[in-house]
């Protein structure tokens, strides 16, 4: 009795203390378990015979046949094989630009001047690839846009050797102003303080870079390449979808259309259901790797 | 903040999650207000003559997204469930939901996983058999009984390419008698006043073709001293069917599922016919030669559609009314000329254009209205909307309110419009395309001579090329990248020149090892 009094109590204090915090996040906890862990229940359609009559529980069991059908399947490999690839390029040509991007806003010392050029940096993010894609056609025309002037006579987006150069500019040119945010805040945590001691010790800017705002930032460039990496088979939907055609299918046919064009838009549903969590498996095994390997490199580095 | 805030907060927070959580999970257990008009869920049980008839309100979805029609079904809905009570046919509500051709598939797909499927739904026929099969759909040839209207106007061919092994799973559109209404409606559309500008007569063969998209493309049609135009153009999906049609093949634009010939009492699929090469081979020559629009095999549709709008290519294959939007756009150019050309000639003097175009879709039904609601009063609705006699609302749910709407010139058997805004008017009041809950192909409204010989060519069968099979097999479901993307894919590269003419031959051996070899089998043994 005594003892439950005090479990009671303990229960009460922690409460107290810790009670609004708790309330705080629940709206978000739930947010989350309602639309990210409760409709995992639904992955079981990947082992079985999806039949929208029967339902995700009266379906027949498949065992491992859409996964069979996926890995014989030689559209699969490659659009595995693409993914990969333009998610490597995106990696390495990508992520750098909002860094060094941020670490040029953050050095110029007009403010007025740097938050205009946030400002219309961050602008291409607001706009869809279904409208960029239209403004890209017509910029890669041969007949109406800016190649015509130079004389080419075949638009870039139809060369399967240029085509996935293009999908990395292009993220380059919508994405990296807005990846610039999570840095800009990063290095505004810095202590002035480093920079006046730099600065009286005889640092000039290239030096306070290098041995101030990049360390103190490296454990958030740590972070988002742990969770850019587990994202890697997300090569971006939207944007291939869009930009791409008949031409340029076998250096652009990555997972996710080819989970639209075979799963979705024919409703074999176990299909998608199977490429989704064979992706999202992968995407798993890279944070758990990519987080490890933090670790070992720097202890404190890491999500976990 | 100080702590009481916080609290306070959170307390607010949480409230309002669990409420709004609370409120939804009601939302969805409730049972329908007992409504003249909601959905009714329980069974449809026929009502006693001492009885009031239950209303059921039935959800139509279409693949055709019209920004004007009201979602309430605007004053259209209120006269049409008038006119049906009139005509004798009570509870009956509709709805109906639109979604443009690009997303619609995958939308139907999502609504039917998630149980939520439409009462009755456009569906392609190769859909068919995969929406049976899994019980959505219910079979419809015993209903068809029940609808001597549409029994009537229903064409054969249109019903088959309807069969699931052997049954009727879609009500295809209905046709009207009439010399207007044929089985086709593309056509290569061609700029009459470039032609004019050129001094060149309508071209008839493939090389005449040639030599007037060649001219098209270098000798300066539109006359503004500039090399600013290309000789044909098109969309990614479209395949140039009349150069296929020249040679006797099939093929329509978009997927290839449905392109069949037969040879040697043997049905085979067109892209892997021999005599594919020599299409192939001739386009690639025009594409060398600078003569098809190079955007062609990049822009959409739409795009496509405004190029030739504005004037930057001299010929594209379309529809009779993408024909007549161009008309429509230049209204205040009336120098700039446009018309649908008759099928040109290949070198054995075979010509024609797709048939069948717009019947490989009709009204599927889904099995749960069968339980849950009443067929029979659904039935009677679509009969009576493609019933074009008196006591039929055909006339009403097409063209809107007779001597508001149109006046109907019985003498010369010719409906008249008076549309000042246009359709766009009717469908803002909630009539035309919208509530025509089974199409039925009816020109007699066309009045301008220009649109009228457009329609004429495709409607003439001898200008026509026909699939030797519109109906759908399992393994189609199966192997859906052969008819989608492998096509495409060899299409683009071997006419753009990246690939040789010969690598059909490995285009027919991937088609085959791919699929093609079983699908091809299972349509033979359909079509015994």
Known sequence: ???????????????????????????????????????????????????????????????????????????????????????????????????????????????????????????????????????????????????????????????????????????????????????????????????????????????????????????????????RLGNILDAGFGQVYMLYNASVYDVADIIDTYIFRVGLSTGRFSLATAAGLFKSVIGLILVLVSNRLAKIFNPDAGIM | MNKKVWKSLSLILVCWMVLSFSIGCQQNDQAPAPSSTDNETESADKPKPDQPVKTFKYTFFINQAIAEYPPDGGEAKQVIIDALKEAGIEGFDYEVQMVGEGEYDTKLNVLIASGDEPDAFMARNIDLRRFSESGVITPLSKYIEQMPHYKEMANELDLTNMFVDGEVFAFPQAKMKHPLVGDGVHGLIIRRDWLENLNMETPTTLDQLYDVLHAFTYKDPNRSGEKDTYGIGGWDQNWFNFAFGAYGLFLNNGKTGHAWVERNGKIEHTTVQPGVKEVLSTLQKWYKDGIIDPDKFVVKGKQAKEKFINGNIGA??????????????????????????????????????????????????????????????????????????????????????????????????????????????????????????????????????????????????????????????????????????????????????????????????KFNSQGGAEVTKQVNELMK
Request: charged share 20%; glycine share 8%.
């Open chain 1, 1 to 227: 009795m005594q003892k439950a009094k005090g479990i009671t109590n303990k229960f009460i204090n922690k409460w107290r203390k810790y009670g609004d915090y708790i309330l705080l996040g629940l709206p978000g906890f739930i947010m989350l378990f309602i639309f990210r862990y409760l409709p995992m229940g639904g992955l079981i359609v990947a082992f079985k015979d999806y039949n929208v009559r029967l339902g995700f529980f009266n379906s027949p069991w498949a065992g491992t046949k859409w996964y069979n059908m996926l890995f014989m399947s030689d559209d699969f490999s490659i659009a595995f094989m693409n993914t990969l690839i333009i998610s490597l390029l995106k990696l390495v040509c990508y992520f750098p630009v909002p860094i060094i991007l941020a670490i040029l806003l953050n050095e110029l010392n007009r403010r007025y001047f740097a938050r205009t050029i946030q400002a219309v940096i961050y602008l291409p993010h607001f706009i869809s690839w279904a409208i960029l894609s239209g403004i890209l056609f017509s910029l890669f025309s041969p007949q109406l846009g800016i190649l015509k002037v130079l004389g080419i006579e075949k638009s870039p987006l139809l060369m399967p050797g240029t085509f996935r150069w293009l999908l990395v500019l292009t993220e380059i040119w919508k994405a990296s102003g807005w990846g610039t945010i999570i840095y800009l805040a990063a290095i505004s945590g810095i202590d002035p303080n480093l920079y006046e001691a730099a600065i009286i010790d005889g640092a000039n800017r290239f030096k306070r870079i290098w041995y101030i705002t990049l360390p103190s930032i490296s454990g958030t460039i740590v972070v988002l390449l742990i969770l």
């Open chain 2, 316 to 509: 594209y294959e379309n529809t009779v009314w993408w024909a007549n939007d161009a008309r429509k756009a230049w209204k205040d150019k009336p120098e700039q000329k446009v018309e649908i050309i008759p099928p040109v000639k290949g070198p054995k003097g075979l010509a024609g254009y797709p048939a069948g175009a717009i019947v490989n879709q009709g009204v599927a039904i889904a099995q749960r209205l069968v339980d849950e609601k009443d067929i029979d009063t659904l039935l009677k609705v679509l009969d009576w909307s493609v019933n074009t006699g008196k006591d039929g609302g055909f006339k009403l749910v097409t063209y809107g309110i007779e001597g508001k709407d149109y006046t109907y010139d019985a003498q010369n058997d010719r409906i008249i419009q008076t549309l000042p805004e246009g359709y766009s008017g009717l469908y803002k009041r909630g009539f035309s395309n919208p509530v025509r809950f089974i199409r039925v192909n009816d020109r007699r409204w066309m009045d301008s001579p220009e649109q009228i010989r457009d329609i004429k060519i495709p409607s003439d069968p001898n200008n026509l090329v026909y699939s030797a099979c519109y109906q759908s097999v399992t393994t189609m479901a199966d192997y859906p990248d052969i008819f989608d993307k492998l096509w495409a894919e060899y299409f683009v590269k071997i006419v753009t020149g990246e690939y040789s003419v010969d690598k059909h031959d490995e285009y027919v051996q």
